[in-house]
């Protein structure tokens, strides 16, 4: 069998079957997309302007036919309340529009008018007190709320045959919007603060853990940034957060060309190890809560020694409870690495009932160390069938039913 050959190369047959298939689907696009077609891609045969000819050349490039091509993003009532005809208040068609300006997802429409001829000016949707569209805040504020970027924007913009924005322009509300949010945010913190206190008579107690955008292996914690927060165990909601963060882009980005770095708002806060982050992160706010009047009295978070360690320094009065899903997590751990010496761990149902188990007793008994160790001393029993001990225990259920119950 020959080998393809395709412009003066040897290519493989399946980058030639892609390549192909690539071609069918770019002839496609260009029949939904048509606004991807200029007026220069025009063959110089096919014009029917002869030479001489007087013309109308508009030294405006907003008035042209790209205004019929692809979709857009409008606001029907605030679009139907402006077409009408400044001079004469006449209403105008849609159909009449010699032009269009765009402004990111926002549109300015050129229509005349006509009985008058007087060319009016039609927005597509709202404007702010700055004279920005108000459509294109709110497209970087769904950006920020999906998790996604510029470039995932104009890539599901362009699926629906909508022309996209310049990337500058989403970088620059996503900037806007985010100081606010970052506002809103403290504003709320401090309102439930507030709401903690007095559900809780004075004495606070917060949940605390912090998270990292890149996952730790075990032993290698190289993650550039992090976040915590803390939750009121009365009210649910956030009470404080924090964040860390190593790596600024515009810093490395002049840097990198051995540049000096201009004055920006840099990220960089933390100049630590990434494990690190974790306690400084707790110390922070629970110092923020004591300012703002909130102490902090009991503190639910995981078993990190050294979290504990910095706030013992500074609040040797504050007691540290462990979190129960970190205490759910640590045990079932502990078991499954047991099973790889004891066979019996081995069957899917026994190494979940044992949690199960545990944190019944855990649950029902954390008021009391003593009871809890009962509890464990009952839990074994319970285990293997004797029943005992269990009457006080009312997640036991032997004494409902002792001939239909079962174990797991």
Same mark, same amino acid.
């Given at each position: 069998?020959?080998?393809?050959?395709?412009?003066?190369?040897?290519?493989?047959?399946?980058?030639?079957?892609?390549?192909?298939?690539?071609?069918?689907?770019?002839?496609?696009?260009?029949?939904?997309?048509?606004?991807?077609?200029?007026?220069?891609?025009?063959?110089?045969?096919?014009?029917?302007?002869?030479?001489?000819?007087?013309?109308?050349?508009?030294?405006?490039?907003?008035?042209?036919?790209?205004?019929?091509?692809?979709?857009?993003?409008?606001?029907?009532?605030?679009?139907?309340?402006?077409?009408?005809?400044?001079?004469?208040?006449?209403?105008?068609?849609?159909?009449?529009?010699?032009?269009?300006?765009?402004?990111?997802?926002?549109?300015?429409?050129?229509?005349?008018?006509?009985?008058?001829?007087?060319?009016?000016?039609?927005?597509?949707?709202?404007?702010?007190?700055?004279?920005?569209?108000?459509?294109?805040?709110?497209?970087?504020?769904?950006?920020?709320?999906?998790?996604?970027?510029?470039?995932?924007?104009?890539?599901?913009?362009?699926?629906?045959?909508?022309?996209?924005?310049?990337?500058?322009?989403? *970088? #620059?509300?996503?900037?806007?919007?985010? %100081? /606010?949010? !970052?506002?809103?945010?403290?504003?709320?913190?401090?309102?439930?603060? $507030?709401?903690?206190?007095?559900?809780?008579?004075?004495?606070?107690?917060?949940?605390?853990?912090?998270?990292?955008?890149?996952?730790?292996?075990?032993?290698?914690?190289?993650?550039?940034?992090?976040?915590?927060?803390?939750?009121?165990?009365?009210?649910?909601?956030?009470?404080?957060?924090?964040?860390?963060?190593?790596?600024?882009?515009?810093?490395?980005?002049?840097?990198?060309?051995?540049?000096?770095?201009?004055?920006?708002?840099?990220?960089?806060?933390?100049?630590?190890?990434?494990?690190?982050?974790?306690?400084?992160?707790?110390?922070?706010?629970?110092?923020?809560?004591?300012?703002?009047?909130?102490?902090?009295?009991?503190?639910?978070?995981?078993?990190?020694?050294?979290?504990?360690?910095?706030?013992?320094?500074?609040?040797?009065?504050?007691? *540290? #409870?462990?979190?129960?899903?970190?205490? %759910? /997590?640590? !045990?079932?751990?502990?078991?499954?690495?047991?099973?790889?010496?004891? $066979?019996?761990?081995?069957?899917?149902?026994?190494?979940?009932?044992?949690?199960?188990?545990?944190?019944?007793?855990?649950?029902?008994?954390?008021?009391?160390?003593?009871?809890?160790?009962?509890?464990?001393?009952?839990?074994?029993?319970?285990?293997?069938?004797?029943?005992?001990?269990?009457?006080?225990?009312?997640?036991?259920?032997?004494?409902?039913?002792?001939?239909?119950?079962?174990?797991?």
């Amino acid at each position: 069998m020959g080998r393809i050959r395709r412009g003066g190369k040897f290519i493989k047959k399946d980058k030639l079957k892609r390549s192909l298939r690539m071609n069918n689907l770019n002839s496609l696009s260009r029949e939904d997309h048509t606004y991807i077609l200029t007026n220069n891609s025009q063959d110089v045969s096919f014009c029917e302007l002869d030479v001489g000819q007087s013309v109308s050349v508009h030294s405006d490039p907003s008035f042209d036919e790209t205004w019929k091509e692809g979709r857009r993003l409008v606001e029907l009532l605030h679009l139907a309340q402006n077409l009408f005809c400044k001079m004469c208040n006449c209403p105008l068609q849609l159909i009449d529009t010699v032009g269009e300006r765009k402004y990111g997802l926002g549109s300015i429409l050129f229509i005349p008018c006509s009985s008058c001829s007087a060319c009016n000016s039609v927005e597509t949707g709202k404007r702010s007190e700055t004279g920005a569209f108000v459509v294109n805040s709110k497209v970087a504020l769904g950006m920020i709320h999906a998790g996604i970027g510029a470039t995932h924007v104009n890539n599901f913009l362009g699926a629906l045959n909508v022309p996209p924005v310049n990337s500058s322009t989403i *970088k #620059k509300k996503e900037k806007e919007i985010g %100081k /606010k949010i !970052f506002e809103v945010a403290r504003e709320s913190c401090q309102s439930n603060q $507030k709401k903690e206190q007095l559900m809780s008579n004075g004495k606070v107690e917060a949940s605390f853990d912090a998270g990292w955008q890149k996952r730790g292996t075990g032993w290698n914690y190289d993650s550039n940034t992090g976040h915590a927060s803390m939750i009121g165990t009365m009210t649910g909601k956030v009470i404080d957060f924090s964040h860390r963060s190593r790596n600024c882009k515009v810093c490395e980005y002049h840097m990198g060309r051995k540049e000096t770095v201009p004055s920006h708002d840099c990220s960089i806060n933390w100049q630590g190890t990434s494990k690190g982050m974790e306690p400084d992160m707790a110390l922070e706010m629970t110092h923020n809560l004591k300012d703002n009047g909130c102490p902090i009295h009991v503190l639910h978070a995981d078993n990190d020694s050294t979290t504990t360690a910095r706030l013992k320094v500074d609040f040797k009065e504050l007691q *540290k #409870k462990d979190d129960q899903n970190h205490i %759910k /997590k640590g !045990f079932s751990k502990k078991l499954y690495d047991l099973s790889k010496t004891f $066979k019996e761990l081995k069957h899917p149902e026994v190494i979940p009932y044992l949690v199960r188990c545990f944190m019944y007793a855990i649950k029902e008994n954390n008021d009391s160390s003593e009871n809890i160790q009962g509890a464990f001393r009952r839990l074994v029993q319970h285990i293997f069938g004797d029943h005992t001990l269990c009457t006080d225990a009312e997640w036991c259920t032997y004494k409902n039913d002792p001939e239909k119950f079962r174990y797991m």
